[in-house]
Structures are given as C-alpha cells and as structure tokens.
C-alpha cells in the first residue's frame, strides 16, 4: 500500500512538471493523477491527505471545465461529489453542503440527458447532501434530499437488481431521517420496505448483507415502538437476536 501512494506522488509530480511544459496537453492527466492519489490515500487511513489531493483535483476540474465545460463538466462533478463525500467524513459539515449542491446543479442536466450514466452520480452527491443536512439538524432538508435518493435508487433498481443494496441503504438513511419530523407512518414504512428488502439480499447471500439487515431490524424495532407497537417491536427484536447470533457464528467460523 504504502508502494502504491508512492507511486501515486510520483506520478503527480511528474504530471506537474508536464503542466509547466505544456498545460493545454497534460492538465487533464494532472486531474486525474490527483483524483488517484487522493483513492490511494484514502485507502490507507491518510484521509486528511486525502482530502488535500481531492480539493486540489477539484480546483483543476475547475479550469478544465471552464475552458471546456462539454468534456470536463463531468469530470469536475464527479470530484465535487467525491469531495462533499471527504468534507463529511473529516468533519467539516458546513462545507459539505455548498460542495454537494455544487455537484447536484452540475449532474442534474447530465442525469436528464443520459441518466443511466450519470443517475448514480447525481444520487451520491443528494445522499452526501442529506448526510450534512442530519449531521448540522437541518431535519426537513435532510429529508427532502433523501428522499429524491431513494427516488433515483428506485428507478435505477427497476431494472438493474445491482442497485437493491443502494436502495435499501437509502431507504433506511431516510427512515433514520424521518423521526424528528414527526412523521410516524413514512418512517415505519420506509424502514419496513429497507427491512425487507435486506432480508432478501441477506437471504441470498449472508456474508455480505446480514450485518445490513441487522442495522434495519434495529431501526424498525425503535419505530415501531416510537409508533406504540410493541408487541412488533418485541418480534423485531427477536428476529434481530436470531441474526445477531448468526453473525456471531459466522465469525467464530471464520476464526
């Protein structure tokens, strides 16, 4: 690992030596020797460092799209979003939120021109939007941007079953979203609708989606309560101890 963030300092270096030589012709690989940087780093733990090649990534896009916004528009999106994703998890929440909406008015045009390229894109930087609207209590907002997720995911899983996990992850961030509105019959219904659709990914494969379905049966059991079930809620609970006990085998297995 550390090899490959080697490498990858090396190969920004090299590209901006490039740029001073020759901007119009290396800037483009600038950008994305950045962009690559900025995945190793992250990978490694080095999300500070990370978080520095992406900014300046981004300031590259930037000009890039500038000079021309048909090719590079994309590209300068595509950062904004995986930088809004960086801000949040280091913390710096009121700059997620200027960042994403960024992101989110430049995938717009491009999701409705070919959305099965760019309704992925556009649905990560509304979620990283979301997640600073809940972290800074911004409740209504929150909700408004997760629920345009959820809307994007849906579509896209109608005919791609590849997107179920990222609907069903949208669809439990909205429920965990929905509580401090008062909004007892959405939150159960959607927390119900991502519970049942992780029990069927769990169902098919155990390994990668059980500890899912427990943080769902978790939730559900705390609405339910919230909506004075609690005979369900009891039910829920015992469900979610059966599939506690499952991942606690599976690793004992695995040890």
Not at 14 to 38: C, I, M, Q, W, Y
Not at 212 to 229: E, R, Y
Request: glycine letters at 6%.
């Amino acid at each position: 690992r550390n090899e490959a963030i080697a490498v990858a300092f090396q190969a920004v270096d090299v590209d901006r030596k490039l740029v001073h030589r020759e901007p119009d012709a290396f800037t483009p690989g600038l950008a994305k020797s950045l962009s690559n940087l900025a995945i190793r780093l992250n990978a490694a733990g080095r999300s500070d460092e990370a978080l520095t090649a992406t900014r300046e990534a981004t300031e590259v896009y930037r000009y890039l799209a500038r000079m021309n916004p048909d090719v590079f528009t994309p590209g300068l999106a595509k950062s904004l979003g995986v930088l809004a994703v960086e801000l949040g998890e280091t913390g710096r929440q009121h700059e997620v939120l200027a960042t994403a909406q960024e992101a989110i008015g430049l995938y717009r045009p491009l999701a409705d021109d070919d959305p099965s390229r760019y309704a992925p894109e556009l649905a990560m930087a509304l979620r990283a939007l979301s997640v600073g609207m809940n972290d800074l209590k911004r409740d209504a907002e929150a909700v408004s941007a997760a629920r345009e997720v959820v809307s994007i995911y849906r579509y896209l899983a109608r005919t791609d079953g590849d997107y179920l996990p990222d609907l069903a992850e949208s669809l439990h961030d909205l429920a965990t979203y929905l509580p401090p509105t008062g909004n007892q019959s959405e939150a159960l219904a959607t927390i119900r609708e991502a519970t049942e659709i992780r029990r069927e990914l769990a169902h098919r494969d155990p390994g990668s989606f059980t500890i899912d379905l427990a943080c769902s049966l978790d939730v559900c059991a705390a609405i339910l309560d919230w909506c004075g079930q609690p005979e369900q809620a009891a039910r829920t609970h015992q469900e979610l101890d059966a599939v506690a006990s499952q991942i606690g085998a599976e690793r004992d297995d695995r040890d």
